[in-house]
């Protein structure tokens, strides 16, 4: 009953799923949802990767690590499927260890523990990490033998610091902070989109 609860909960909009406002976590996730019903596939995680830049062996070893991974979490009292759905409604069950706590067992963004990760390790910059304070946060929220959640932490946040550090290195906190609710990765989709018909544009002249 509280899962038929949470789902009906969430908006939807002409048939479409739509993430609850107060679940940053979904936000965050449904960016990967491709069409937008709720549900994130291999090969939609593997779009949404290379939309925002990744490339393709990247793409393809993050969609199988993830999808692998939050699957089954996501779909409670279902039977395991080989296409490894994640239900973006269910995504706070997937929420792994070792993290920076920022979002809470509900999905919620917690804002005292995003300013906690700059007020704790922007020691060189207060809005912006080096790569060498991105990387000592990372063993401080290491939980004991929780290798799962180490692997993911890295791959989240150095995936964040390639693709987004600035030409002096650092990871600028509204950068983070964007990263966190999702709007993010459309801004990273439009900006590659507008690269891509911008030489397409000089290579015709």
């Known amino acids: 009953m509280a899962s038929s609860n949470s789902i009906t909960s969430d908006k939807q909009e002409k048939g479409k799923f739509m993430p609850n406002d107060q679940n940053v976590l979904q936000k965050h996730v449904f960016f990967f949802d491709r069409n937008h019903d709720g549900i994130v596939y291999p090969w939609e995680t593997f779009q949404g990767f290379r939309s925002i830049g990744c ?17 089954q979490k996501t779909r409670p009292g279902k039977y395991p499927s080989l296409l490894f759905p994640i239900e973006v409604q269910n995504i706070h069950l997937g929420k792994h260890g070792s993290d920076s706590g920022v979002y809470d067992k509900n ?26 304070e991105l990387m000592a946060m990372l063993r401080a929220n290491r939980e004991f033998k929780d290798y799962t959640g180490w692997i993911a932490s890295w791959t989240e946040w150095k995936t964040l610091y390639v693709l987004c550090k600035d030409s002096d290195g650092l990871l600028q906190k509204e950068t983070v902070k964007a990263a966190y609710d999702g709007s993010l990765f459309e801004h990273l989709e439009k900006q590659r989109a507008a690269a891509a018909t911008s030489a397409k544009k000089r290579a015709c002249i």
């Open 55 to 71: 490339g393709v062996l990247f793409s393809v070893a993050s969609a199988l690590f993830i999808n692998i991974g939050l699957s």
């Open 107 to 132: 999905g919620k963004f917690l804002h005292e523990k995003f300013e906690a990760i700059f007020r704790k390790y922007a020691h060189t910059h207060p809005n912006a990490l080096t790569s060498g």
